[in-house]
């Protein structure tokens, strides 16, 4: 079993769920191996199944204003942002590899991102039993919001590494009052390079999942697709 690890740099949030969608329909026929998108998007706010409307705090004129647009989705969760210097990670995976357990698999990507922020940075992290996600101190650095179909997921998860903190005072982020965000690069005090830290990603899924990973580019994927497809 193979992880194909595509970067995709910066994607509008439209082009990346229709990818996303095909994907999906590809590996639940067994066409392709599980597959992990990694990109970033444009300023951009999206809800989950479960999002209270209220915890978007600016106006319809003020997210204009910012260039920011906001998109209703089938993940799990509230309210939550997204913006350049976040990885974003797609997760396209078959839970029949992983016992078909989405709990397990959720608790996988937590401890990931655990490890790696303590190997990488010495940087200790934790999971919060009552919060989904990845936390320094009562501050979110990793959030995960994901769908099932068919017993394949999408959607995934988002890492603040060089992320703009400030608009997540647009929001109430996951619908959580009590704690805050925070980021790789506002705990080190410099900013990170971003394909570094995808290979930190890349080496964290092959030790968790036990899998051979290998980077692929955006045109691999789009023939890869196609040739799916035919």
């Not at 999971?127 to 769908?147: C, R």
């Not at 964290?204 to 890869?224: A, M, N, Q």
Request: aromatic share 10%; glycine share 6%.
């Amino acid at each position: 079993m193979n992880i194909e690890v595509i970067k995709l740099g910066l994607t509008d949030y439209d082009e990346a769920l229709e990818l996303q969608m095909e994907l999906v329909k590809l590996n639940q026929a067994k066409l392709v191996n599980d597959i992990l998108l990694l990109l970033e998007h444009p300023p951009l706010i999206t809800l989950g199944r479960r999002a209270n409307e209220k915890n978007i705090l600016a106006t319809k004129y003020q997210l204009d204003m910012a260039g920011i647009k906001t998109f209703d989705t089938d993940r799990g969760g509230d309210v939550t942002y997204h913006g350049p210097g976040q990885i974003i990670g797609y997760t396209i995976f078959d839970l029949n590899n992983y016992r078909k357990d989405i709990r397990q698999f959720v608790r996988k990507l937590e401890h990931i991102f655990v490890r790696l922020l303590k190997s990488n940075f010495n940087i200790a992290a934790s999971i919060d039993p009552k919060h989904t996600g990845v936390w320094v101190n009562s501050e979110k650095i990793l959030a995960i919001g994901l769908s099932v179909k068919r017993y394949v997921t999408m959607h995934g998860f988002a890492f603040n590494v060089n992320t703009n903190l400030d608009h997540f005072g647009l929001i109430v982020p996951c619908g959580i009052k009590d704690k805050g965000i925070t980021s790789l690069s506002r705990l080190l005090g410099y900013e990170l390079d971003l394909n570094a830290i995808k290979e930190f990603i890349k080496s964290g899924f092959c030790e968790s999942f036990e899998v051979d990973c290998t980077f692929r580019d955006k045109d691999w994927l789009i023939d890869l697709i196609s040739q799916r497809k035919a």
